[in-house]
């Protein structure tokens, strides 16, 4: 399921990355005048992160590309 939800292939990927943007835009826009709470999302999208990129080996090799 999980590969399924995170299809880091082609159109797919791309579809999923603006989508993931626009969601952590929406709310980063929400938490910009809670430090305290800013910080705690900051942190949920690093765990994650290396959730995703353990579940699925091309998530990691594909976010090295990226960067």
Do not use: P, W
Not at 22 to 31: G, I, M, S, W
């Amino acid at each position: 399921r999980k590969k399924q939800m995170f299809g880091f292939e082609g159109g797919r990927h791309m579809e999923c990355s603006a989508t993931v943007y626009l969601a952590v835009e929406y709310r980063l826009k929400l938490l910009a005048k809670d430090e305290e709470k800013l910080l705690e999302f900051v942190e949920n999208i690093k765990r994650l992160k290396i959730e995703v990129e353990e579940a699925n080996l091309n998530a990691k090799q594909l976010s090295k590309k990226e960067m």
